[in-house]
């Protein structure tokens, strides 16, 4: 909050309006007052003065000019008259003023912030939609990927045994594919995926859910990370490309929920 000299001590009543109203983020917060309800005099900064004036009589020295008799001249440069500060009794009668004009300000705001949100909830509920859709994607994919890798094992075998003519139990393949695909399970990471959007939709109804928004972001970030770390196919991957993009969509948006 920045306000003129002698108003000071009504910045914790200016901020108490505006935290009734405003429970996350930063707002910068200026206060003019102008007109003769606060009668202010003038002071006069002798030290900024002086300052002027040392450098104008050594500018006036090297140039070898005589230096002006008047200081007018000076009185203009700023710093040096100052407002004098008003007495506390005026500025506390502006009160009332100060206190209607800053929730006028703050119920603007507001509108706009209303404004804002409704936009800002459209976008989050379009991105949660993408990401179920992705989850349902890379959830019907992940059997094919076991059924692919299994083909391909039991095809390099197949060739193996027919050069050395040898067999090999069916059990040895089925323990081979189980390995495969205990080490690529996504299906807790899925699950998560889908709670967490739908705690992240129910949020979005709340009021002022903004912090609670950014940590399940990062639970989703970090599932997305997680999927993508342990799949090898390249569907998946795209798939977990697109998710990453929504996350991150979904991750800018809520630090602008309060």
């Known amino acids: ?121 459209t976008d989050l509920e379009q991105a949660c939609g993408a990401i179920g859709v992705l989850v349902e994607q890379i959830r019907t994919r992940v059997p094919e990927v076991v059924a692919e890798h299994r083909q391909r094992l039991l095809d390099r075998v197949a060739k193996v045994l027919e050069t050395h003519q040898a067999s090999l139990d069916d059990n040895d393949v089925i323990r081979e594919v189980a390995l495969i695909a205990d080490r690529s399970d996504i299906s807790e990471e899925l699950v998560r995926l889908e709670s967490h959007i739908e705690q992240f939709r129910s949020l979005l109804r709340d009021t002022a859910p903004g912090r609670s928004l950014d940590f399940l972001a990062q639970e989703l970030g970090r599932e997305a990370n997680t999927i993508g770390s342990k799949s090898v196919d390249v569907a998946i991957a795209h798939a977990v490309v697109d998710l990453k993009s929504q996350v991150e969509r979904i991750r800018e948006q809520a630090a602008n929920i309060e």
Do not use: N
Request: hydrophobic share 40%.
């Open 1 to 121: 909050i920045r306000t003129r000299e002698g108003f000071h001590l009504l910045e914790p009543r200016i901020e108490a309006i505006i935290r009734e109203r405003i429970k996350r983020g930063s707002l910068q917060i200026t206060l003019e007052v102008s007109g003769s309800a606060v009668p202010t005099g003038r002071r006069l900064d002798q030290d900024q003065l002086a300052a002027y004036l040392d450098d104008w009589e050594a500018f006036c020295d090297h140039r070898g000019i005589t230096t002006p008799s008047t200081i007018d001249p000076l009185l203009g440069l700023p710093g040096v008259l100052l407002d004098a500060p008003p007495d506390a009794s005026a500025v506390e009668a502006t009160w009332p003023v100060i206190a209607a004009a800053t929730k006028a300000a703050v119920s603007q705001l507001d509108t706009m912030r209303h404004a804002e949100g409704t936009a800002l909830f």
